[in-house]
């Protein structure tokens, strides 16, 4: 039964939770199968999952780019903001990647719900999905981005800093003390349950030029990502 004034979990923020989670238990998991822990990475954290105890640590406190996990940041302020997840956003010109020039699946005029962007954005790392929702965020992406960093100093992210919403720019920088605290700080028991109804979504995307590839090409890679 829950208890008074606890709401219940959407399931994107069950993948949110999850991610994280998940990154923390399989860095847990590699440390205990390990006969050395000496590892190669310039910056590790281990913890404990259930009690936060730290099992290893290396250099917690560097501060390194954290590229594509920028989107769970991403996701975490889409969310908190409460809006309508069923309505449609189109992908602009504005949303393609001008820094690194990476490919997309999402062409401009693609119009997806913000619900399919979010699960885009998280489950195959899609990068024009994480520019739109950002971008069609009250006030725009300049806000969006604000709002990052607010919700990074409300987790006492203090190593934490964030210039855009996908993790293409190397100034989003953190450090492995604050990831963690990342992945542990929405820890709830709801987590715990099953991700989301399905491991695959199809995402019918609404623009004719689209329609040359299947909408299920979309989904297939993004649950592959997940699952693997």
């Keep these: 039964m829950k208890e008074k004034g606890e709401r219940s979990l959407h399931s994107l923020e069950k993948i949110v939770a ?3 989670l998940a990154a923390v238990l399989g860095l847990s998991i590699g440390f205990a199968r390990a006969a050395d822990p000496h590892l190669r990475s310039a910056s590790v954290l281990v913890q404990d999952a259930a009690s936060g105890e730290t099992l290893y640590a290396k250099n917690p406190g560097a501060v390194v780019p ?4 920028t989107k769970l940041m991403t996701a975490i302020v889409v969310l908190d903001a ?3 997840l069923q309505q449609r956003v189109v992908v602009s010109g504005d949303d393609y990647d001008q820094l690194k020039g990476t490919h997309s699946r999402l062409r401009a005029g693609t119009a997806l719900t913000r619900n ?3 699960l885009l954005a998280l489950m195959s790392s899609e990068n024009r999905a994480a520019a739109a929702l950002a971008r069609t965020y009250p006030g725009g992406t300049e806000v969006f981005v604000e709002r990052m960093n607010a919700k990074a100093r409300e987790l006492g992210m203090q190593d934490t800093r964030f210039v855009d919403p996908t993790g293409l720019d190397s100034n989003n920088v953190s450090s492995a003390r604050d990831l963690a605290r ?6 709830r028991p709801a987590f715990h349950r099953k991700l989301t109804d399905s491991r695959h979504h199809s995402a019918d995307r609404q623009t004719p030029a689209a ?3 299947s909408p299920a090409r979309i989904a297939g890679s993004a649950s592959r990502r997940t699952c693997d």
Aim: zero cysteines; hydrophobic letters at 55%.
């Design 18 to 20: 999850g991610i994280a």
């Design 66 to 69: 954290i590229a594509s996990i």
């Design 82 to 84: 409460n809006l309508d």
């Design 116 to 118: 399919e962007m979010l």
């Design 182 to 187: 990342l992945a542990v700080v929405n820890r």
């Design 211 to 213: 329609r040359s590839r």
